[in-house]
């Protein structure tokens, strides 16, 4: 890559510096024979040390249940590699951080073992004559999150360097809690072990490139801030669509229901980025605070057993890209009496200065038409007294897409003269693709949200009280649909755009999804 094409590409970590430097590391993962250890963590850490981007002391120790041995481990990481990286397994690479790569065996609810973790850390440290840091990634169910942090604290991990460069960190995975007593709960289990400083909560939402572009977008181009408000703006549209059903996930997914697998945290990040105030300065603080208060703006939902500003379905059988599919009800794992959503929409009304009277709709599902996660800003329409819709003149609503996944770019849609004798219209596109001006190499999301974490950079995570406001909008809802049971669950075609009863959130205001096609 040219270096003019990297100073484009990251003009806000220019003069940071913050992709260099991390301290000395030892890495913990807890749930390391689990699923995202090998399709996701190793695999990033792994690309962080291509790009030369590991500290120059790594050390990575899998800790789980299963009795594994540190070679079986090596071997089951060597397999992930080969299976997910997006780059090909580089043995001279790998092997520097494959030779300081152990497993640690026990239970986490067992002091002991954690005991004993502590004095492996401890005795690399000594054998390496220099303090280290210790990070500890918990990738595990989130029934056994508090035991873990219960003991990171008893066996005196948590505190090691405290208030020092070296400060032990600790990264947590979703589900951050199941409501917001929950989370409450959590947050209050953490912060008796940890400060808030140490504390890194995983969206990987905003690890993905697009999503930090917003920022870009809105406050390094001075066209976009004068008109991104309500003065400008009809509506804002966010899409969090996947094709892919709940496979093999099904037991789990049934406790959970849309909402709070990709609302409450990944689809929430993107309305707090692509609402909030631009921060003061691009310090992890200052950037949250933003975000929360934000989130905080947004008005409780109106909930009714029919109307109101939610819907929920689930997806019945259908076509994806043609081939036919189950519905939610036939796939693995789902009870005969669920009441679990796979796709939700929301209304949302943020009273704020910038956006009081825009309607923010969002929506997510499984087993959509495809895979599209985006974010439309539609413009208000011009006056109708020269161009006007009809047969002559075919006007759309000027419409900014950021398009998150998967062809990241951004698209304006406008309106042009066709080409002839006639004075006729219609609406073009204008369009910026990541991958024509970049190439299609990108990071993955999770590599940057481990560097970030072994830096010390806490921008892209969540902090405490961001996730309980989130989770204070969302809480009533779920209580609602509980109540309601099957009651108001729709139904929609695996393979279409979700529920027609989601027409009726937008129908008010004769707004109309964007099909994303
Ligand atoms: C996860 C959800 O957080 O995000 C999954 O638990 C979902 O259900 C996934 O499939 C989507 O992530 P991505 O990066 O593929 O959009």
Redesign the pocket.
Known sequence: MSPEIEEVRHPFLKGLSKHRGAPPTVAVIFGASGDLTARKLVPAIFNLGLDNLLPGEFHLIGFGRKPITDEDFREMMDGAIDEYSRRPLNKEIWERVRQNMSYHAGGYDEAAAFDSLAEKINQIEKDLGRDMQRMFYVSTPPAVFEPIIKNLGSSGMAKVHVHTKLASKVVIE?PFGRNLDSARELNAVINDVFEEPQVYRID??LG?ETVQDLLVQRFANSIFEPIWNREFVDCVQIT?A?S?G?GS?GGY?DT?GALR??IQ??TMQLVALTAMEPPVSLDPESIRDEKVKVIKAIQPLKLMAEGGDVVRARYAKGLVKGEPVKGYMEEAGIPADSSTETYAAMRLAINNWRWQGVPFYIRSG?RMAR?A?EIAIQFKRPPGILFSEGDKFNVAANTMVISI?PDEGVTLVMNSKIPGLETRTQPVKMHFSYSTTFGSNTPE?YERLILDAMVGDSTLFIRGDETEASWKLVTPVLKHWEECGQYGLEEYAAGSWGPVASERLLGERQHHWRRSG
């Open positions: 979703k990987h939402y993905k969090v996947e892919l709940v996930r997914y959970s697998d990709m945290n990944h499984k895979r996660s996944q999301a």
